[in-house]
């Protein structure tokens, strides 16, 4: 009895070595991210919290007022509209990519895929040199004598959505194209064989179906709106403030520590509770995957 | 052709024409910007007009005869090797360990390393520029290696854990049943299968650190400025056409690590 | 001396329980295998059958308990150093190496020279019959193929023990029935101790040299098929192998009887509550022989046709359901009454087996 009892201790001894050092090979890289990423915000978190070496909350008070309330409000309002757009031109792509056969899809995914893979920076540059004044799309439209005057369309708010939404339509048709593309073809079968017109069927089989990757692929684009930086910065041309151009300015500029932190906590609960309800809808490592 | 069926609920071609052409206008909206930016590196004024009046390589010219554009893109390729040699052995490791440890908070581990795509990077930036001034380490190419690591990291280890899970496990234990060490076993059966996600997270890695932007304005500078901090600050300023010859070569070489991943994919 | 030689050795299990949480998936499992046995662990799916086979192999480690192969005590050493053969349930060849590479892979990590690596697979493959497909890709071959290459694979170095893990359970029935043979003869040539997991009692029963029952982590019953076929050890094994009816008995004195009619049982001791009935042991009453038979009347509910044999239902005069297995002969046929006509039927004494209920 002994005898079975010290094996008993032994056997799970082994099992946790073994345990211990599979599950070790995730801690480089855990050291890794808690050193960098969770230590920082962790240190931000206190910044926000600490005025003269006391805690205080005055940090948060000062966003309490109508310059950081027009930053917050702007900042969700390019988020929304840029969410939308890119949700009513991503849809009839991804819907028709996952209809097309396989060959034409792939294609189509190139289309997505190569923009998706450019540098952001290059790609705001392209928008600046497309809609500035003397860009491409005034002169073109002023050659066909549409415009008299060029437009505004760069340096403002349109310039910033025009730009932001470029940026952010794979993000929404990557997850899109991944769940219409597991709708089961018997569905929309069987809609039909009980006399369902095409229109019909595909609002009341295919479109509900399809809701998980709407709102997974919405949500998605939304957070990453929510803290973007190089586009509004640069396609902006100083008129459009976000939340995130707003933190650089504190802690770049003013060297406010506190300012700078208690808004990035502010964005960072946003973001990680909006990623939460996210990460109840789907897998969120797949989206990140690229299709 | 255009009368025949096109789906399931037996609409023709052309009743839905107009998804085709919406279809066809998403798409060129996305990839025109894009290719738009390489004709006019080609322009001989300072003014990007499209079509380009006149031909000339001046920008091109102007960017590899300037020590400091050079300098800068040669910082960036470094860190972006360095960047990949990093992140893809952690990420590599840390999805087979937390694939096959099979424990109940693996996924939440998994979750913990991808926070770097959630979290605004803009945080990031600003938390680790405070991290390095304590360890005297802003401006040098360890601590760009290192926070483009954290970026690069979640790609390489989403990549990898989808190459495992359309892998079968069985084998690693067949390998073993016949006398291979687990290390053995991982080199000589998993490792050949999953080479093409692999290949995925190292491109992603390298992109990854290669583009970014915001992390570079916070902790690069001086001698290690990037060639993206470098741009960012020249597009704020002015319009210097040398970046549209930049921007076409960056264009270049995504599109070439592209066809690398759809090759490398492909045979599966 | 056969082509490719392989040792023969006993196994052991002492006491062997294995817990996931407070999931009990082997209770305390005692078993003795001798060398050169065909043993099979039969059980319902989650009865615990692969796991002893995976704590055999060292893929899962038990919770307390020891594996013994020979005189060695197997239980902490690592897979690897086992040198135990496995075919896997879904084969598990590696696909990324053709058919050869496949073979020499165990050869290869034994560091065996190259030329002698070419003649063990090729005397590998003869064994299954497929050395024409040395140079195939993996994706090329049929299920039946990628079966016997695993099998090749499994054998090529003289492993001590031969495990495999519901080998057949991908292929379709002809192929399996035919695989069967091909494994039983493979390992009579061998000779090797073989452990086989399978859900599929028809396959253990023709395979096997013993059949080891297995429910929820337990042992039930370890017997050689024939004996688990006819003289279960209790209701659970008569109502998991082949098709039966469990009619409650009551105990008389010495004897039992079946609705207030004494038993004749014949030479196995029986014990417990239910009489099992086999479709195929009931017969018709003929004349004479009521000395040999216990009979039971009733009437011919339903009678379906089967091809080569047909099903009859019947209600016994107290109400409980039996079913007939009949050939379809001719004679037979014709001795069946209309239905809803009374029937008596006969069952052998020592067919007459009484099992008690399963433990849970």
Redesign the interface.
Known sequence: MTL??D??R???A??RR??FS?????F???I??TL??F???G??FW?SVIDGGELSLIHYRRLADATHFRIFYVTFEISILVTVLALL??Y??A???S?LPPRWAGI?L??????F??????????????L?R???IN??LQDLGLIDAPLRLVHNYTGTVIGML?IM??FMILPLYAALRTVD?NY??A??NLG???VR??WTVFFPLSLPGVFAGSLLVF?LS??F??TP??LGGGRVMM??MK??QN??LYFD?GA??AL?VV??VV??FI?WVL?RFMR???V???G | MLLRPASETQITHLGRLWLYVVAGLVMMFLILPVFVVIPMSFSDSRFLRFPPEGFSLRWYASYLGSPEWMRATWVSFQVAVLTTLVATPLGIAAAYGLHVSGVRFARLLSLALITPLIIPIIILGVGIFYLYVLLGIVNTIPGLVLAHSILALPFVLVTVSSGLQQYDMNQELAARSMGASRLTAFRTVTLPQIRGSIVAGALFAFITSLDEVIIALFISGGQNTTLTRRMFTGLRDEIDPTIAAISSLLIILSVVLLMILVLTNRKK | MSAVSAKSEPIRFEGVSKRFGTFTALDDVSLEIGSGEFLTLLGPSGSGKTTLLMVLAGFTRATSGRVLVGNEDMTRVPPHKRDFGMVFQNYALFPHMDVFGNVAYPLKLRGVAKAEIGTRVRRALDLVQLSHLADRGVDQLSGGQKQRIALARAIVFEPRVLLMDEPLSALDKNLREQMQIEIRNLHETLGITTVYVTHDQREALTMSDRVVVIDAGRVVQVDTPRAIYERPADSFVADFIGESTLLPVERNGRGFSFAGMPLRLGEAAANGDFLVVRPEKLGFHDPGTEEEVNLFDGSLQQVVYQGETLLAQIRLANGLPVTLRLSTRREMMARLPEIGAPITLALHRDDTVIVPEHRK
């Open positions: 079975a009892l094996n008993a032994e056997l799970r082994d099992e073994e345990r599979i599950l070790g090979l995730s480089p890289a855990l890794l991210v960098l990423v230590l920082p915000v240190w931000l910044l031109l991503g009839p792509l819907y028709l990519m209809q189509c190139i289309f997505v895929l190569i923009p893979w450019t540098s952001l920076l290059v790609r705001t540059y392209a928008w600046l040199v497309l500035q003397r860009g491409v002169q073109t470029h339509l794979p073809p929309m079968r809609a039909s369902a017109g095409p069927a595909f957070i929510l803290g930086y190089v910065a640069l939340v995130s933190i650089q802690a770049g520590w700078a932190s990035g964005l960072l973001t990680l990623f990460s969120v490592e797949r990140f995957g690229g």
